[in-house]
T-cell receptor, first 115, second 111 residues
Framework: DGGITQSPKYLFRKEGQNVTLSCEQN?????MYWYRQDPGQGLRLIYY???????QKGDIAEGYSVSREKKESFPLTVTSAQKNPTAFYLC??????????????FGEGSRLTVL | QKEVEQDPGPLSVPEGAIVSLNCTYS??????FMWYRQYSRKGPELLMY????GNKEDGRFTAQVDKSSKYISLFIRDSQPSDSATYLC???????????FGQGTTLQVKP
């Protein structure tokens, strides 16, 4: 079955530690996205990538980093510089970043808690 | 001003009621408007989309865009308990490939 797989589903981290969230898709989509969701704030765009080896900052990129070395993979690193990292993180993909209709397919999310 | 604004609710209605969910947007560029539905602890899924202006109907759901007032609406007829979820409006701009979401409205339909 085609889809987007995020791992881990739940993650606990101590303050000051970096953590990497995995996102893999087998939909052959060109564009991939990372969003953060906090209660009452909807989804906020962290980073997005429309093609391999290229990515752009979203609205809240500070304290995060990404890479896009393969079409099917778009890992997100939450660094120690992110001041408030506890959140629900969602990865998504779509067929053609600039030519599609905005139909993003989402993974099940990763819930990060900083202790 | 946020690009897409949505009242977070929560909204509670009895089963069978007509539900109206609304958003406003600030950018008038050529674009699509989407409605996503998100069940608790799950990723959002696309419910409907409309192109710049007009209405679109799909079963019990109708999406409406009013360009003159920059207003986006989703109507749910004969609401069911299974419609209880968070509804997110979003704006897609094809030249940037970005999808920007509103805050989401949490809906509860009581049996």
């Amino acid at each position: 079955d085609g889809g987007i797989t995020q791992s881990p589903k739940y993650l606990f981290r101590k303050e000051g530690q970096n953590v990497t969230l995995s996102c893999e898709q087998n939909l052959n989509h060109d564009a991939m996205y990372w969003y953060r969701q906090d209660p009452g704030q909807g989804l906020r765009l962290i980073y997005y990538s429309q093609i391999v080896n290229d990515f752009q900052k979203g609205d809240i990129a500070e304290g995060y980093s990404v890479s896009r070395e393969k079409k099917e993979s778009f890992p997100l690193t939450v660094t120690s510089a992110q001041k408030n990292p506890t959140a629900f993180y969602l990865c998504a993909s779509t067929r053609g970043g600039g030519t599609g209709t905005g139909e993003l397919f989402f993974g099940e999310g990763s819930r990060l808690t900083v202790l | 001003q946020k690009e897409v604004e949505q009242d977070p609710g929560p909204l509670s209605v009895p089963e069978g009621a007509i539900v109206s969910l609304n958003c406003t947007y600030s950018n008038s560029a050529f674009q699509y408007f989407m409605w996503y539905r998100q069940y608790s602890r799950k990723g959002p899924e696309l419910l409907m989309y409309t192109y710049s202006s007009g209405n679109k109907e799909d079963g019990r759901f109708t999406a409406q865009v009013d360009k003159s007032s920059k207003y986006i609406s989703l109507f749910i007829r004969d609401s069911q308990p299974s419609d209880s979820a968070t509804y997110l409006c979003a704006r897609w701009t094809s030249n940037t490939g970005k999808l920007i979401f509103g805050q989401g409205t949490t809906l509860q339909v009581k049996p």
